[in-house]
Nanobody
Framework: QVQLVESGGGSVQPGGSLRLSCAAS????????MGWYRQAPGKQRELVAA???????NYADSVKGRFTISRDNAKNTVYLQMNSLKPEDTTVYYC?????????????????WGQGTQVTVSS
């Protein structure tokens, strides 16, 4: 089993910054892509940013130039630096990891999700 533990959410004024962290632990052989998603009430979960094991990144248009995703492969941790935050960034953010593990002698890849962390941008 794999656990993803998120931290770093909170409340900030418009224009402020927050840094989210997500650490994976458990039965991990390697982690392929890691990413951050967000989901507002009544809406579908959407990709915010993703990063491959090799460091290639992908961002939603709405956060390009403001958010930066990074990862520490040695610590199985992914980060999301959020700058110039806007009220419309307010919602719950979820960490995702595509984990490769050895189960009964075979490699499998599964998606895992964090518990979610609230980000609130308000004056």
């Amino acid at each position: 089993q794999v656990q993803l533990v998120e931290s770093g959410g909170g409340s900030v004024q418009p224009g402020g910054s927050l840094r989210l962290s997500c650490a994976a632990s458990g039965n991990i052989f390697s982690i392929n892509a890691m990413g951050w998603y967000r989901q507002a009430p009544g809406k579908q979960r959407e990709l915010v940013a993703a990063i491959t094991a090799g460091g290639s990144t992908n961002y939603a248009d709405s956060v390009k130039g403001r958010f930066t995703i990074s990862r520490d492969n040695a610590k199985n941790t992914v980060y999301l630096q959020m700058n110039s935050l806007k009220p419309e960034d307010t919602t719950v953010y979820y960490c995702n990891a595509k984990v490769r593990a050895v189960v009964l002698g075979a490699f499998i890849v599964r998606d895992y999700w964090g518990q979610g962390t609230q980000v609130t941008v308000s004056s």
